[in-house]
């Protein structure tokens, strides 16, 4: 909550090729509420001291579960929860998975693209949403995909180590989410997960090779070379060039995307209608969800060289004052943080976790 005059811009100098949407989108509640009930929810979160059916303070989190490796196919894969309490049946709270799969493709003659590309897709299970017909469920994936492609394939988040061999080979990263239930704030659990997973993801390591013709000296063996296709054996003044690649044998699943730290997190700001007084709130249920006219999703990432907003949409029906935006900026920015700093520590221990796994299991070949 907040209130005063403008403050000068604290996102001056902020990444370029934000993206500023507004979409009068908005998803059809499970259970229509009465006029009545929605006014009762926001009367109760105008008071003085407000009022939520949980007895959650405005920015408290519903508990939140998170878990890497979880898909033991894909290269990287996180689930996460938002809202499950001790007790509840499976598919309670807001619950998605995403998974990191890399494929290789060919620069020269396929798809490929030098230097890698990625690919993102969203899937709404109908489970989720029972109340929704196959048209609008469609629509409802589309429209979640576009928002996490929007933010995500900023160029300043491709990552640089998805060349396998220069102008032949590299890797093309799939990242598929899929949504199992929705109960509330499902878009921070969905970048929770794809951040999640994109830090779970190891690129294989390689090496590039050269074959040899049978009449050389060497027989049918490979020549290792360099990425470069420097290295050759051959006392030549053409430098051969490398032809195909070998994973490497490595205790390890590889390396990890090259701006893990960069991806980013949202938080979505709930909007309360009000006549003066500017009031929003995060990590909704349903009843206030389906409550609440208008909300701004912002997505803030957090490194070394400073704070970037990524990303922003406003999703509902209506508008939102420019003094009234800079001040949601702020809030959003700080709440951010913190999500971001735990999110950050989890994933150091799910780390930790996995590669004292990994190595064990090598070992033990």
Known sequence: MGEGTRPSSPWEGCVTGIEVVSSS????????LSKYEKTYIQAALRELSPIRADGRSLFDYRSTALETGVASLANGSARVNIGKTAGEESGSGAEVIAAVKLEVEDVLEGEGVDGGRIVFTVSCSPAAYPHLSSTALDDLSYDTTIILNQCLSHPSLHPKNLTISPRRKSWSLNLDIMVLSDSGNVYDALFLAARSALWDAKVPKTRSVQYQPKSNILGDQDVEMSADGSGSIFNTREVAKAADFELADWWDEGEPLRVNREWPVCVTLNLVPA??????????????????????LLLFSFSPSGTRLRSMRLMGDGEVQLESMTLLLEGGENHAKKLFEALG??????????NQKAQVKFDLR
């Open 25 to 32: 989108y908005h998803q059809t509640p499970p259970f229509p």
């Open 275 to 296: 006549k003066s007084l500017l009031m929003y709130f995060a990590d909704v249920t349903p009843h206030e969800e389906a409550s609440m006219p208008l909300r701004l």
């Open 345 to 354: 520590k989890k994933l150091e221990e799910e780390d930790l976790r996995r």
